[in-house]
């Protein structure tokens, strides 16, 4: 008995843990690593080829940086230009997180 209680209690940790994998990969990092590095890239300066291509302006030009967060998530949940909306696939919650996370790009 205690020996399968012990094996419910690892079995209880690993399924918590993977929890929190699964919550983890929902950061904004990694949203935008998945979603928008490959035309904003890694540094959100717009610097790949598509990203060039299109046009797409650095977070840190200044017409972007004085843009309010909710412009931004605005944006970012329903495209503008060439860029996709979001809407059908993130959450308001990811959508914020992504913007965060630009944020923090234009402060590198």
């Known amino acids: 008995m205690k020996k399968l209680l012990k ?3 690892v079995c209880g ?18 949203l935008y690593t998945a979603k928008c590095k490959m ?4 540094t959100g300066a717009g610097d790949t080829p598509i ?10 030009d200044p017409e972007i940086v004085k843009k309010s967060d909710s412009v931004l998530f605005d944006i970012t949940k329903n495209g503008v230009g060439k860029m996709p909306a979001y809407k059908d696939k993130l959450t308001d919650a ?7 996370y630009m944020r923090s790009l234009q402060k590198k």
Request: proline content about 0%; overall charge neutral; aromatic content about 2%.
């Open 51 to 60: 990203g060039k291509k299109q046009g797409v302006k650095s977070f840190s």
């Open 39 to 42: 035309c904003h890239g890694a």
């Open 94 to 100: 990811q959508i914020k997180s992504l913007v965060d």
């Open 7 to 9: 094996t419910m209690a």
């Open 13 to 30: 940790t690993v399924i918590i843990a993977a929890g929190n994998i699964s919550v983890a990969e929902e950061t904004g990092e990694a």
